[in-house]
């Protein structure tokens, strides 16, 4: 089992930035993929990016391409996603999963943090 344990969230103005964090530990050699998905109230969970944990590739959903970027610090099991040009639609609790594959499911991540709020006020 891999312990995730989001951090960065908080409440910033239509067009500013935020940057999460989520820090792994445990069983992360067998970690292959780390993803983040978000959900909002009344809303079901939805995936936002992922990055394959070795090689780096990644996948971004179309409402946050060109805008949030996710990347890793190998060296410290951390994953992090820069989030830029925020806007009131991206309000939502995000969290953090890692899995043994390159998914934008969530079905395909067995692990999750404990997720962190972000809101973004027009």
């Known amino acids: 089992q891999v312990q995730l344990v989001e951090s960065g969230g908080g409440l910033v103005q239509a067009g500013g930035s935020l940057r999460l964090s989520c820090a792994a530990s445990?069983?992360?050699?067998?970690?292959?993929?780390m993803g983040w998905f978000r959900q909002a109230p009344a809303k079901e969970r939805e995936f936002v990016a992922t990055?394959?944990?070795?090689?780096?590739?990644?996948y971004y959903a179309d409402s946050v391409k060109g805008r949030f970027t996710i990347s890793r610090d190998y060296a410290k099991n951390t994953v992090y996603l820069q989030m830029n040009s925020l806007k009131p639609d991206d309000t939502a609790f995000y969290y953090c999963a890692a899995g043994p594959l390159i998914s934008t499911s969530s079905n395909d991540y067995d692990d999750w943090g404990q997720g962190t709020q972000v809101t973004v006020s027009s």
């Open positions: 990055i394959g944990w070795t090689n780096g590739i990644t």
């Open positions: 445990g069983r992360t050699f067998s970690t292959y993929a």
